[in-house]
């Protein structure tokens, strides 16, 4: 056996059937060219219906059912001492390989007698490059630079990041330190001299410590740019969130206990303590920032609006304000139609307009029923607040159209679908997701796709306008604007996938992936049912 594949499931049925998919894909050309491999799932007590898919439709997987969350470390670890292979790959459930991801990773393992472990390249589901699929040894200070956060400042670096290798680059095959345990492919007799996953361990840095027990055993790890991965559910989906923050801290606690000893190990526990109180204020300031921003933006341009009025209102009129008076009052009043509009959830994301509408609607008629009741300094005129429903969702929509242009959250926008697939799965594809997507805003027209097989373009074909090749993508996108890419998984391959999505890596495109024959949708922001 030379090849043994190794996935923990644990409640993702819908990402480990498209896993399986690839795997076998990857299998069949091990075999075509004379190697052997299996293929283990532990599945940790799930729920979700997972065994039983692996039963009806991937029955050549041997399936360890456990009636218990057994955690990363022990569940590979259960599958490893039950495999043959000499070489041994522990891979995410949440991931899709190419087809010869498997043959090239053997090819190039097998020519290096002294290499432990291989990581490959990762991309995300939007086909962003996950800075994780190379990294160095979590030193005290590399864990501080990252975990803090800090590392962003300078990405290229040696120093600063040394924890992803930053000045190594994702295009070039070489030595790197430690390997991604979404992709981690080792040499079992090695594992045999070295020992297992460490099994304190239950989620992050069993792959670190792996990983460098493997380099003080005398072996190399090494980063291979031949092939490429998705891996939908990444590092970097969680490393802006403290929760992950803490809980990568406790893996780092356990490694410093492990491998550094007395002093070293005092400092690094330090260092980590210090870089978690770094980033979580840095975390509740951003967020506290990121949530005063916008409505700070728009009541000081509400507000001057709201004077500029008045004050041309009162020439008009020949009527003379007391400033003194009109200045708060009329901040007041753009405050209570912001207020409103924030009650009504017109901050909430996505940005829903008719939630600011109904906040515009009720903040005039609070206006409106408590101005007989002020002071008569302060009532100025009503006309003022026809004014104000007015122009207040203007500021609003003005201010968030530039803060979506420059890189800001977009609220409710109406899809504009690529399609790559061919002639046989398009119509498919359209219906599967018209039942998914039932509630969301519909772009009505022609539909536009890629093919895989230009050459079996129809120009007839109605309704669908053809724009050319899956190598076209990346300038419909840039021509088109489209800002959701569905690929057939029936017609497109592993291989196809991956390279399309890496040559767009554009943040504002939402990569999906349609399976027709089953009813199944697989996207970066997870699994979907049609």
Known sequence: ?????????????????????????????????????????????????????????????????????????????????????????????????????????????????????????????????????????????????????????????????????????????????????????????????????????????????????????????????GTSIVHYKGESTKKGSLNYVLVFYRAMQIFARTHFSGRGGRAMQWVIQLAIYLRAALAIASRVSKSVALPAVEWLLSWAGLVFFLQQYGAWQHIRYDWDMALPATGAY??????????????????????????????????????????????????????????????IAGVRAIFTRFGGSAGESTPKRLYISGPADLMPMQDLIRTHDVLEPVAFGDVYALSIHPSSIDASDNGVQWLGGIDSLSDAIRVHQFNEVIMSGREVSAGQMIRAMSLVSNKHVRFRIAWTDDGQIVGAGGPERG
């Not at 004379?34 to 399936?63: I, K, T, W």
């Not at 522990?90 to 990581?119: H, W």
């Not at 990294?135 to 040394?162: D, E, H, Q, V």
């Open 1 to 225: 056996m030379d090849v043994s594949v190794i996935i923990v499931n644990y409640n993702v049925e819908h990402f480990l059937s498209q896993c399986l998919l690839s795997v076998r894909a990857g299998v069949a050309v091990l075999e075509q060219a004379g190697y052997a491999a299996e293929v283990f799932v532990v599945d940790n007590n799930s729920v979700d219906g997972s065994c039983a898919m692996v039963r009806r439709q991937f029955p050549e997987v041997h399936l360890i059912d456990s009636k218990e969350n057994l955690g990363f470390s022990k569940g590979n670890n259960l599958a490893i001492r039950q495999s043959k292979g000499r070489w041994v790959l522990l891979l995410n459930p949440d991931t899709i390989i190419q087809e010869d991801t498997l043959l090239k990773c053997l090819e190039y393992a097998d020519a290096r007698p002294r290499l432990g472990g291989l990581g490959v390249p990762m991309v995300d589901g939007a086909g962003r490059y996950l800075p994780e699929s190379k990294r160095g040894i979590p030193t005290p200070s590399a864990a501080f630079w990252k975990i803090s956060g800090l590392y962003r400042l300078a990405p290229r670096s040696a120093r600063l990041n040394r924890y992803y290798m930053g000045n190594l680059s994702k295009d070039e095959s070489q030595p790197i330190e430690i390997l991604s345990g979404a992709f981690m492919w080792m040499r079992a007799s090695a594992l045999d001299e070295v020992g297992l996953l460490d099994e304190q361990y239950f989620m992050y840095g069993e792959d670190i410590d792996l990983s460098w027990r493997l380099m003080k055993g005398g072996y190399e790890n090494h980063y291979f740019a």
């Open 334 to 395: 753009a405050f209570v139609w912001l207020a409103a509009v924030k009650l009504q959830g017109g901050y909430d994301q996505p940005w829903r307009w008719n939630a600011v509408a109904k906040g515009i609607v009720i903040g005039t008629i609070v206006l409106l029923a408590t101005y007989g009741l002020l002071p008569e300094s302060l009532r100025f005129s009503r006309a003022i607040f026809l004014f104000g429903a007015g122009f207040v969702p203007g500021v």
